[in-house]
Each structure stands twice: as C-alpha cells, then as structure tokens.
C-alpha cells in the first residue's frame, strides 16, 4: 500500500511592488488582468482623478507582488495629466508609490514605436523586464523577432506573452522574480550617451541628487518645475539651467533623433519585416468598410439597434421572474402578517423598494456587457474616429465622443473625463451637453414605459418595436445634444485651435472574463449606490403616502363611513377609501400643488410626486411608482405594471395612455434630474453659471417637447 506524503505550502516571505507602463493599447491592462484576475481594485490617484488600478498576485512561492498598471504613455515627455502619473513613478518622484520592478510592456507588432519608450525607461536604470505582447498579430502582418538578438541589443530580459490565452505568463513571473532577487542587472552601457547633451550641467545636478543615472539628471533639467522638491533645491536646478544655457528642447529633439538611429540598428538586426506593399491585413480591410463615409455610419447605426434590441429581448425573461418573485413576497406576507402599520411599511416600503431595484439589474448587466465587447473588439475607438468629422461641424471634436459615449453609461464620470480634451470651448461645450445623453439611471424609466404604452409587436416578424422606441429615446438626445453644442458655439466666445489624433487599436477577440466581471462590477454599484438612494426615498415616501394633515384623513374616514352604510356605494368603499387617504395624504397634496403646471404634459399629481423624488436620481422614478402603487392596495399580489396599466383619472380615463408615456419618457430623455451631475458640472467648471444654465435649458427643452408630444398623440 502506497502513502501520500503531504508536503507544508511555503508561505511567501517577500512582497515587491510591480509597475505596469507602456504605450496605450500596447496590452498592458490584458497582461495586469491576466496576472490579478479578481484580486484588483480600481480607485484613483493620490490628490488626482486619474484611474488608479491596483491588484495582488503570486510570482513564485517565496515572493508575492502588489501590482499597479501605471495611465499609458508613449514617451518620457508628459503633456496630459495621466502621463504625468507615470511619469512621476517612473522618475522615482512620487511619494506614495514606488516600484522594486517595472514591466514595460511592448506590443510586437509596432515594435519600433513602443521600443521608444522602452530606451528611455533602460536609460533611467531602473530594474526592467520587457514583455511582448501580440507576437500573433506580428506573425500575421509577416513580422519576425529575434527574441534572444532583441535581449542582446537591450541589455534587458525580454519574454514572449499573450495574457489573453495565458500563454507566456509562467516565463515572465521567473524572469521577474529573478529581476527581484537582483540576478538580473540594469545594463551597463546607456542606450545612447545622454551626458552628451548637457556634460557639465548633468555633473551639477547628480551633485544634487547622487544616485540618479544621467538621463534622469537631464529630465531634472527638463521637468523639475512638476516636481515636489522644496524651494531650495528648484533654486539650485535653476541657476545650473541659466549657468550652462540648457535648452529643453534642443535637447529632446537631439534625443528623439539618435534613439530613433539606435532603434533603426535594432529593427534590422533583430526584427524581419516584409515589405509594407505586400498584402493588406484583415484589419485594414475591415476598417475600410467600417470606417467608410456612408456605409461607416450605416453600420454604426445597426450596431447600436442591435445592441437595444438584446437590451430587451434578452432581459424581459429574468425582468418578469424578479417582478413576479417580489409580487409572490408582497402577496404572502400580506396573508401572514397583522395589519399594523409596521407590517404596511415592510410591505409597501421595503419589499416595493426592493422590488424597483433587483428588477432593472438584468437590463443594466446586458447593456454594459455588450458595451464592453465594443470597447475589447477595438470597435469602441473606430466609433471616435468615425464621428469626428460629425463633431467638428458642431463645435466639438472626436475626442469629445469618448465622454458622450461615457454619458450612456453615467453623466457624473462622463463630465469629468471631459479633462482630456485641451481645446477649453470644447470641453465646455462638451460638458454641456454630456447630461443629454441617456444614462443607465433613465434605462429603468424608459423600460417601465415602454412595456406599459409600446405594443408588444415586430417589423417584418424579427424588429421588436420596443427595442425601436428605445433606440430612439438614445438618438433622440444624442440629436439634441448635437444640435445645443451648434447653437452654443456661438455664444461661448473663446478662440483656440485643437487638433484631433487617435490610436486605432487592432481588432482583437473579446475577454469574456472581463465582459462578466464588468456586469456584475456594474450590477454591484447600481444595487448599492443606486440601491441607497431609491431605499431611502422609498421609506420616506411611505410616510408621506400613508400620513396627513389631521383634518384631510379625517374628512376621508367620514366620507368612508358614509359610504359603508350606504348600499350603493358599499362594494367600492375600501377601494375609493384608500385612494381617498392617498389623495389627501402629504405626498398627495405636494402632488396636487404641481398638477396645474404639469397637467398640459399630461401628468398628475402622481406623477408629480415621482418628477420630484427623481431629482436626486432618475431611477428612484420606478421605486416611487412602486411605493405610491402599494400604499393602500388590497391585493398585493398584482404586478407593478399591472397596476400602473389600471390607474385612472378623475374622469375615468386611462392615465398611462400611450401620448402620456410617450411624452414622460420625452421629458425624462431632456430633464436635468440629476443633483450629482449638477455639482459636478460645478466642480469642473468652478462657477454655479454652467449648472444654472445646463438646468435652465434641459428643463426648458424637456417641458416644451414633452408638452409637444403629448398633444401630437393624445
């Protein structure tokens, strides 16, 4: 009989911090995926709003790794506020982080424009290890590495991966953890000699700072003004700067010169490239149709009506077993418990709250995944160059569509990515119109409506006409938006220049992992940040639905008790009761004093309670219609849409009627109900004019269209 011999796990006796840098769409972020996989956090940089992705991971049985994928850059020569992240880390000038290891990852088959990059980090002296990604893509374009000549030329490791089929990752985690234990050494000679430019001024400031290699002596000379160095030693930098009449960019433009001479050694030496007349890659192909000046926008429009129609088709299913889930809870604790008001509130607040949130999570989970796959296929950044030229005739730029696309998501984080947009009238023009845009906090909203009002039906048998409607309300706001950008770009009076370039990224097959991660990352901050306010709203809207002025409620029971007595009026006395109470409630008389405004947009006073609870956030429109319909209901097992689809007017007409939903979800596609954007917008812009007047206008234009809608359908 044999025995199993269990050995002890070896703890890991050693943690190093790992830098992820490289260029944008080099693979960087694939690779940090790859090695921290749920172990990641994402928050944002010490005193910026940078994205900061952090995670954790195991690079051999004795040295664990805490990990940062460092903002992409494509050289040591900052311009944006992300690249001077990096750049701080890498110039060893950040006092929160600090790495024992940089990785710089180099994508394969742009090899001699990421390899800028990669000399400039060698020259620095920092312990380094190169890993190429896309290897694949470089086979395909006819494009064959040297690995082990590419190691010898740089005097750095070099390792072949594909974080997406985690192929190379064991080799790499080695070939860091011999770089942590020293065995791997910064190489000796400089890529080129960086002395040369500045000799004597290079020895002054390495008086200073005595451990830097030359090339950060020269980015001392350079950038010292970003840096936090005391008042003295800046002194000091700037008299050896005026002492020895260096020029910054003489010298960068010296230096761009001869790296791109030693790279152009290194590319025939080590790298096999066909000639470029020879065949014409898929990618190129495919953007040809993709980016064409008529088809490009026909496909882009199919694109997004098919992405609506999964929205629905995909998510009513799971929408009606939570619905009916919440319905089957309501019904039974009805039957079981006491009618007390403790039993009323855990009804019609808690479990009618609960119920106006788990039920949009499908919705919300679909629309972002299917968002993510553009954005991994590379399909996401052809939308930007496709619409620039639509953008310039506007006011805007292609850069502007990043934040407009980022507003379909959430304003508050769209408005803020707006920063990377250098033009000052563009971005503000920008952020203006960034809130038209439907967000996920509408998508809740505009589903509820549109299954009340839009028949159930499809164009040629396979076109869901809901899908179509909601496809609308998108572009509806888009068009708007477009055409308040044109007309304020005569008003805002400031003149600069701005120029478009963008990196298209190869087309690459999606990252399921990542596609599930951000649904249910996404699914997770709407149930919880959403999830508080609609809770909150919902409870304190059971108060003001269930109590009132003492004088009102009490007219109510007396009318009631008239009722009771009398014979014809008996049968309907519960029901006309609650309505009553309902009616003369707090929350009913808030309502009945925005009825004569709202009235010509086909609103009620219900409806007026939902426009007001909804300004602190759109979704909390359904939880209100969950807790206005529950309160005072005797049958608790009906669907909220079902009860909606039965509401009434004083003149017995029906309420949810199609001219009035319509003109709801138009309203709700223009008004500004949003107080996080508007205090964002604040804080962007630094003055309460912007809010006021992005206020003003949305609410302008969202009375006048709804009022509009709702007499063209009635």
Not at 44 to 64: A, L, M, Q, R
Not at 534 to 553: C, D, H, R, T
Request: one cysteine or more; charged letters at 20%; a positive charge.
């Amino acid at each position: 009989m044999g025995y199993l011999t269990l050995r002890p796990h070896k703890v890991a006796t050693k943690s190093i911090h790992i830098a992820l840098v490289g260029n944008p769409n080099s693979g960087k972020t694939s690779l940090f995926n790859c090695l921290t996989g749920l172990n990641q956090k994402v928050g944002n940089f010490p005193g910026v709003t940078v994205d900061k992705k952090t995670g954790s991971t195991s690079i051999s049985d004795t040295i664990s790794a805490h990990i940062i994928d460092l903002p992409g850059t494509y050289s040591l020569y900052p311009k944006r506020l992300d690249e001077w992240v990096s750049y701080k880390v890498m110039l060893g000038q950040d006092k929160d982080i600090t790495a024992d290891v940089f990785v710089v990852v180099v994508d394969a088959s742009n090899l001699k424009r990421n390899l800028l990059f990669c000399s400039q980090l060698i020259d620095l002296k920092k312990p380094l290890v190169l890993a190429l990604t896309m290897v694949d893509l470089a086979k395909k374009k006819g494009i064959k590495i040297d690995i082990a000549e590419l190691e010898r030329e740089l005097g750095i490791p070099v390792v072949s991966i594909n974080p997406r089929k985690h192929k190379g990752i064991p080799q790499l985690k080695k070939i860091i953890d011999q770089t942590a234990l020293q065995l791997y050494q910064a190489p000796a000679r400089n890529f080129i000699e960086n002395k040369q430019f500045a000799v004597a001024a290079v020895d002054d400031i390495k008086n200073i700072f005595p451990s830097i290699s030359d090339y950060a002596a020269v980015h001392m000379l350079i950038n010292h003004e970003g840096f936090d160095l005391g008042v003295a030693t800046q002194d000091n930098i700037e008299t050896i700067e005026k002492k020895y009449e260096f020029n910054a960019t003489k010298t960068q433009a010296n230096e761009i010169l001869q790296r791109y001479g030693r790279i152009k050694h290194i590319m025939q030496v080590a790298v096999s490239e066909p000639d470029p007349l020879e065949r014409t890659l898929f990618t190129d192909k495919l953007d040809n149709l993709l980016l064409h000046r008529r088809w490009g926008y026909l496909i882009l429009l199919a694109v997004l009506f098919l992405l609506f129609q999964c929205v629905f088709l995909l998510a009513q299913y799971p929408m009606q077993w939570i619905e009916i889930l919440f319905s089957s809870i309501s019904s039974g604790l009805s039957s079981l418990l006491p009618q007390v008001w403790w039993s009323d509130l855990l009804i019609n607040g808690v479990v009618a709250g609960l119920s106006g949130i788990f039920i949009f999570i499908p919705q919300i989970m679909i629309l972002f995944g299917l968002i993510t796959l553009l954005e991994d296929t590379g399909y996401m950044a052809r939308i930007s160059f496709l619409t620039d030229r639509l953008m310039r005739t506007v006011g805007l730029n292609g850069k502007s569509v990043m934040p407009l696309i980022s507003g379909f998501a959430c304003a508050v984080p769209a408005i803020m990515s707006a920063r990377s947009i250098e033009n000052r009238k563009e971005r503000l023009l920008t952020i203006l119109i960034t809130p038209l845009m439907s967000c996920s906090a509408r998508l809740p909203v505009y589903t509820i409506l549109i299954g009340l009002v839009i028949p159930n039906e499809y164009l040629l048998g396979v076109l869901s006409l809901k899908g179509l409607v909601m496809m609308g309300l998108y572009l509806l706001g888009l068009v708007v938006g477009l055409l308040v950008a044109y007309i304020a770009k005569w008003f805002i009076r400031i003149k600069e220049r701005s120029f478009f370039i963008l990196e298209l990224p190869t087309y690459r097959s999606p990252r399921w992992n990542n596609v599930v991660q951000t649904m249910i990352g996404k699914a997770k901050i709407f149930v919880i940040d959403a999830g508080k306010v609609i809770m909150v709203i919902s409870l304190i809207l059971w108060a003001l639905s269930s109590f009132g002025p003492k004088k009102n409620m009490a007219e109510a029971e007396a009318q009631y008790q008239k009722e009771k007595t009398e014979t014809t009026q008996a049968a309907n006395a519960d029901k006309n009761y609650q309505a009553a109470k309902l009616e003369n409630s707090y929350a009913g008389l808030i309502g009945k004093t925005m009825e004569p405004a709202i009235q010509p947009l086909g609103f009620d006073w219900r409806i007026g309670i939902a426009l007001v609870t909804s300004f602190a956030a759109r979704e909390v429109f359904v939880g209100t219609m969950a807790t206005l319909y529950s309160v005072g209901e005797d049958d608790k097992g009906l669907l909220l849409s079902d009860k909606m689809r039965a509401a009434k007017r004083k003149d017995g007409t029906v309420l949810f009627s199609l001219a009035t939903g319509i003109s709801l979800m138009i309203f709700y596609v223009f008004a500004m109900q949003c107080m996080s954007t508007l205090a964002v917008t604040r804080r962007e812009t630094k003055t309460w004019k912007w809010p006021i007047v992005q206020f003003v206008y949305m609410t302008s234009i969202a009375y006048l269209m709804s009022f509009i809608a709702y007499q063209l359908f009635k």
